[in-house]
């Protein structure tokens, strides 16, 4: 098992060592005077000196800080789809992406409460740079995505993820997460990367690599939040990219986005779990049998299934409306909840900079434009 060992997170007789070794970090202290502000300190010390695994430390702090996170930013977590899964059962979940940490959290959640197997999941090492960032990912079940790297270490590292995601879901009976892009989604539209696909299939030892992922039992999931907490975070990127110019970030910058997204207002959020993908396969295979076609026909199966159960709320139909000058969706929000996003609109971005304003609007609007493309979108 050493082989894993740069991306693994901690065995669970790796547990007590790292929570104790935390115990006295300023920023464990804040998370949990955050977590359980009527507790004394020696509380939750004590009770961190007795958790002896990961299923503990989740269920006892982790499940209690995402919580709190609900009551103080958010109107509440629905969720969606979750019947279809099996207990006791590992799925590969392969998700749009709009929050670092909250995704995956309100993801693992939702399946706690539904009695379902919690997930390992992805996360990107240039995120966890600082010690104490790096022990609560690894004491969180996430595993590390190496970044910046050569492309002959970038091959090495991307086979090696995809063995340790088959070896989770086969060997350990552990669900995954992964997002279906590298990095967030910036402008809205949720779109899988083919290159995400053919790094989940290098660990194939199938004929077909459509076979090989009807083993892994994919799930798409769909998260939608009302409002997103890092929405003005991510304009200067968009700028960058508008001015066709190469964007570079600053120091610090993914973890104030990372805190941002923790504490920024969400208003309301719901989780959609689309079908366990299963005659897809079929079909896909009857098409073609040329492995980057079936990768394209895969991807545009999990693009299809996030994005017509993505849930549209009154700030994607405000956007839609304010964009293109219209009243087409007028009656699925009030003046009231207008008059409340245009207000955030002023005071997180300069509105009198067109491109600025367009790229936010266009990150709420688009959720909406490609929901339009299928025939049968319930709005």
Known sequence: MSKFDSIRPY????????????????????????????????????????????RDFQINFVYQSIQRVLEKSSEGLTTSGF?????????????????????????????????LVMTASAIGDNLVKKDFLLKLSKLNRNFLVQRGLSPRELLQSSKLMSEYMYHLLSKENRSVWIAQREGRTKDGNDATHQGVLKMVAMASDEKNCMDYFRKLKVVPVSISYEYDPTDALKMPQLMALANDEVYIKEKNEDFITLLSGIIGQKKRIHIHIGDVLEKEYDAIIAETNNSNKQIQALAQVIDDSILQSYKLWPTNYIAYDILNNSERFSSYYSDKEKQLFERRLELKIDAENEVLREGFLAMYANPVVNKMKYENASF
């Open 83 to 115: 019947e279809k899964l099996e207990p006791n059962t590992s799925y590969l979940f392969i998700s749009n992406h709009r929050d670092i940490i909250l995704d995956t959290s309100l993801l693992n959640v939702s399946l706690f409460d539904h009695g």
């Open 11 to 54: 065995y669970d007789s790796e547990v007590n060592e790292a929570l104790i070794s935390s115990l006295h970090h300023p920023m464990m202290k804040a998370l949990m005077n955050f977590t359980f502000p009527e507790q004394d300190d020696e509380v939750w010390k004590e009770q961190l000196k007795r958790t002896h695994s990961i």
